[in-house]
């Protein structure tokens, strides 16, 4: 196929405008057009209500959203009566968190309200009983309980499935507890309604402590976010209290219960001084975050608990991601060096040997790695400066170094390679020969057909081809950068097999190398310290996606996947070195290719068979030095075999020494003696 004709703006194009037009768009809720007026009255009666309301008397919407069920009541009673263990908590419990769900049954589970819809999704996470999730925790330092938010994003037991909630709340320090609820809506009171959260007076004797003693500083908080949003909606805006929304989903409270560190105040904030202040000073290492909850929904009338709830502090796993950066970029200059070195080698006959495929590939993956570090900003929000710095670290051996060894690739194998035919040949134009005919019929017109078009020169074929393989490298990338972004919001395990999918394609590498010294019959490509140094730094990423990413990409350990990886980077290396051994085809039978296919550089000569040859045949022309031969008679002696692999016969019947012909033909593949032509060795 001419490659001229290849046309890519089309499909690019028709991609950019899918994106375009189907880039999902958040909607927003409608609103019902009441006034800034009305929304203030309405923030200020709600005020009113919560302000004169006591803790045995809450506001009808209150007491109707906390009527919980006897098992939820139970489940609720059990984690706040459970041990809290020894030492103090943490100072701060912003974390990044995992851990498993499991549904609270009770009679009436998912009887939903009249107005309220079920998401499909959270219908079918809840149906699987169990699953897993995980949380972005903030805590927010404020006056007598700290604010919260939990980001928690639910999944069922495979994986295939995620729904987000998020909670907003205040932290009891005393109480261990956090309390946090959905935003305000018309019907559902929100984060307005935790100061009665504890209200129900049938399990108070049940309860480590009385939800009274907190009461009035959470009623104040409350009435604190009332005033903040009164103050957003004087300067133009809407009160939540009066959307209309499209379709409810399912609005929630929280029940949080925090562990214990087993480390005193005063060790915690060593380690977290040393943190962000390093001295030197040694500390131990900071405990994860521990919780336990319950997830009540009085819309959709479902609870589950939570369990096996730890994660790391922000602290920590920002100096884990710093860390994970940091080596990598050191990795990134190893190859680089790794890069270089191999491009110094770039005489033409060694070019020649060399895959295309495969230094393609390499860009590819320098580019892939890159978008995968920036996409992943949209799942890990800390890792912003560390990943970005990765990102554009990994672009530069792709960009600046990968490429010009490509293009050289390209232009030495297309001057080895036979010229494309020239155009085909064109008749004159029969209309105008027609035309001619009928004015004067004595004047005949030459019908011959006119000489062939000359074919392109060899500078244009190099600017043709590599135009093509820019336009398709860059479409790729397109491709990709397209998936991989959409991917950030795919549930776990799509996403997992995703970048699963594409790390065993760009990390098959060397088949390509594989398959072109079969196809040439050569053993020697690229030089071994850039084939296992490439390798095993190649490595470094997959190895921390299948078995460190449990807290950045949500993936569990896949120690399975981890092994087969590193057996197919090691088979694919031992391939190449069998076949510099024994032979570029020694696992394919010999039939497949002819005798004729390949030049044999080692035949069986001599001493007696050089009167065939010149005066002084067995002087090796480069380095002047005698050639050992196969004494006569000692043919099929199996020391024979190690004799000729010492000296190389050329088609034009000049014999060398096999480390000095090679050496030469690094540089250029003719004879030094007579200029012919050598076939690759």
């Not at 009665?196 to 049940?206: E, I, M, R, S």
């Amino acid at each position: 196929m001419d490659r001229r004709g290849w046309r890519p703006s089309a499909p690019v194009v028709i991609l950019l405008l899918l994106f375009i037009f189907f880039a999902p768009v958040r909607r927003l809720p409608s609103r019902n057009g009441n006034s800034t007026e009305k929304s203030l009255e309405a923030e200020r009666n709600w005020h009113s209500k919560i302000q004169n309301s006591t803790f045995s008397e809450a506001p009808e919407q209150v007491r109707q959203s906390m009527t919980l069920p006897e098992q939820v009541l139970s489940a609720r009673n059990a984690i706040y009566k459970s041990s809290a263990g020894s030492g103090a908590s943490h100072l701060n419990h912003t974390s990044v968190v995992i851990g498993d769900w499991k549904k609270v049954s009770y009679d009436s589970f998912g009887n939903v309200s009249p107005n309220v819809t079920w998401h499909r999704t959270l219908q079918s996470i809840i149906n699987s009983e169990k699953g897993q999730f995980t949380a972005n925790l903030y805590e927010f330092p404020a006056a007598n309980s700290n604010d919260f938010s939990f980001i928690m994003n639910m999944e069922n037991l495979n994986g295939t499935s995620v729904y987000q909630l998020a909670f907003y709340g205040d932290r009891l320090e005393k109480a261990h507890a956090l309390l946090g609820a959905t935003e305000v809506s018309p019907e559902f009171p929100g984060v307005d309604g935790i100061p009665w959260l504890f209200q129900d007076y049938a399990d108070k004797p049940d309860l480590p402590f009385d939800g009274q003693e907190h009461f009035d500083v959470l009623k104040n908080k409350s009435l604190g976010r009332i005033d903040e949003r009164i103050g957003q909606i004087s300067r133009g805006g809407w009160s939540p209290l009066l959307y209309e929304e499209e379709s409810v989903s399912c609005r929630a409270y929280f029940y949080g219960f925090n562990k214990n560190t087993g480390l005193s105040k005063e060790a915690l904030a060593a380690i977290e001084n040393e943190y962000y202040h390093p001295q030197g000073v040694s500390t131990v290492k900071m405990p994860d975050v521990l919780f336990s909850g319950l997830i009540y929904s009085p819309d959709c009338n479902v609870a589950f608990t939570i369990s096996n709830y730890k994660g790391p502090r922000n602290f920590v796993f920002d100096a884990g991601l710093v860390r994970f950066a940091s080596v990598y970029i050191i990795v990134i200059f190893c190859q680089i060096f790794l890069l270089l070195r191999q491009m110094r080698i770039n005489s033409p006959s060694y070019v020649q040997r060399l895959s295309f495929i495969t230094i393609a590939i390499q860009a590819c993956l320098d580019a892939f790695i890159a978008i995968f570090f920036l996409s992943i900003n949209a799942v890990i929000e800390r890792g912003y400066l560390p990943f970005v710095s990765v990102a554009f670290l990994s672009l530069i051996p792709s960009v600046m170094f990968t490429m010009r060894y490509l293009a050289l690739i390209l232009r030495v194998q297309n001057s080895n390679s036979p010229p494309p035919p020239p155009l085909p040949r064109t008749q004159n134009n029969e209309s105008a020969i027609e035309d001619t005919n009928e004015g004067d019929d004595n004047n005949t017109t030459n019908t011959e057909d006119t000489p062939p078009q000359a074919g392109l020169t060899q500078y244009e074929r190099d600017q043709r081809d590599w135009s093509a393989v820019c336009l398709r490298f860059y479409f790729v990338i397109l491709v990709v950068c397209i998936v991989s972004l959409y991917s950030a919001f795919w549930p776990v395990t799509y996403r997992f097999y995703f970048i699963s999918t594409l790390l065993f394609t760009c990390y098959s590498f060397w088949v390509p190398q594989i398959i072109r010294n079969v196809k040439q019959g050569t053993s020697r490509s690229f030089s071994w310290v850039y084939i296992i140094g490439l390798s095993l730094s190649r490595m470094y990423l997959p190895t921390f996606i299948f078995l460190y990413s449990e807290t950045t990409l949500k993936f569990t350990p896949k120690y399975t996947y981890a092994l087969a990886l590193g057996l197919w980077m090691s088979l694919q290396v031992l391939v190449l070195f069998a076949q510099d051994t024994l032979g570029a085809r020694f696992f394919l039978p010999k039939k497949l290719f002819p005798s004729s296919s390949t030049y044999d550089y080692h035949p069986l000569i001599q001493a007696g068979d050089l009167e065939a040859f010149m005066h002084d045949a067995n002087v090796c022309p480069i380095c002047m030095q005698t050639i050992e031969l196969v004494s006569s008679g000692s043919t099929l002696n199996p020391a024979s075999r190690i004799v000729r692999r010492n000296y190389m016969l050329t088609p034009c019947h000049h014999l060398y020494h096999r480390q000095c012909l090679l050496q030469w033909m690094e540089s250029r593949s003719i004879c030094p003696v007579c200029r012919c032509h050598l076939p690759p060795v």
